[in-house]
Antibody, heavy 115, light 110 residues
Framework: QVQLQESGPGLVKPSETLSLICTVS????????WSWIRQPPGKGLEWIGY???????NYNPSLKSRVTISLDTSKNHFSLNLSSVTAADTAVYYC?????????WGQGTLVTVSS | QSALTQPASVSGSPGQSITISCTGT?????????VSWYQQHPGKAPKLMIY???NRPSGVPDRFSGSKSGNTASLTISGLQAEDEADYYC??????????FGGGTKLTVL
């Protein structure tokens, strides 16, 4: 059973770049689609984007100008960068396997945007 | 892209059946078989309950079932149990090669 684990700073200053890593264990990242999803406190899920093992990506149009997702097959992980963050980007960020997220999710990591 | 439309809340008594709807368009729910449903308990990551409209992952009770008609997908839970109380989300693949979630439905077991 593949497992995913998010890691990164829990606090980011406004206007800076939020950077997270999702480490995949129990399976190779060199197959499947891999996604990022977020959930602001008390609100619903929002799909951020995905990367295919080939490196192709696609993003939520509402975030596209600020989002970059990349992967590192040598480290079996993929990453999320979200630039120019504001308080509205405060959320629990999840990584998951699948273009439409499937049965494998990380536990989530809370990122707070505050000075 | 607009979020899929779900009722904000539904409720039912133990043993009863409830259905949660998820309405989109022909560019997402209506156009593809890639509709999924997730259960989320407070403070926990979402758990996949249904994939590709009506398929249950291993370990999900057969009390949970999914269907689709036109642009609306539905999740039905029969024989409602106390542990089913949670938030439920639908998601769909879209014609833009992206994914979209519903706004979520809070299920209360009375």
């Amino acid at each position: 059973q593949v497992q995913l684990q998010e890691s990164g700073p829990g606090l980011v200053k406004p206007s800076e770049t939020l950077s997270l890593i999702c480490t995949v264990s129990g399976g190779s990242i060199s197959s499947y689609y891999w996604s990022w999803i977020r959930q602001p406190p008390g609100k619903g899920l929002e799909w951020i984007g995905y990367i295919y093992y080939s490196g192709s990506t696609n993003y939520n149009p509402s975030l596209k100008s600020r989002v970059t997702i990349s992967l590192d097959t040598s480290k079996n992980h993929f990453s999320l960068n979200l630039s120019s963050v504001t308080a509205a980007d405060t959320a629990v960020y999840y990584c998951a396997r699948g273009r439409v997220p499937g049965g494998s999710w990380g536990q989530g990591t809370l990122v707070t945007v505050s000075s | 892209q607009s979020a899929l439309t779900q009722p904000a809340s539904v409720s039912g008594s133990p043993g009863q059946s409830i259905t949660i709807s998820c309405t989109g368009t022909s560019s997402d729910v209506g156009g593809y078989k890639y509709v999924s449903w997730y259960q989320q308990h407070p403070g926990k990551a979402p758990k996949l309950m249904i994939y590709e409209v009506s398929n249950r992952p291993s370990g999900v009770p057969d009390r949970f079932s999914g269907s689709k008609s036109g642009n609306t997908a539905s999740l039905t839970i029969s024989g409602l149990q106390a542990e089913d109380e949670a938030d439920y989300y639908c998601s769909s693949y879209t014609s833009s090669n992206t994914a979209v979630f519903g706004g979520g439905t809070k299920l209360t077991v009375l």
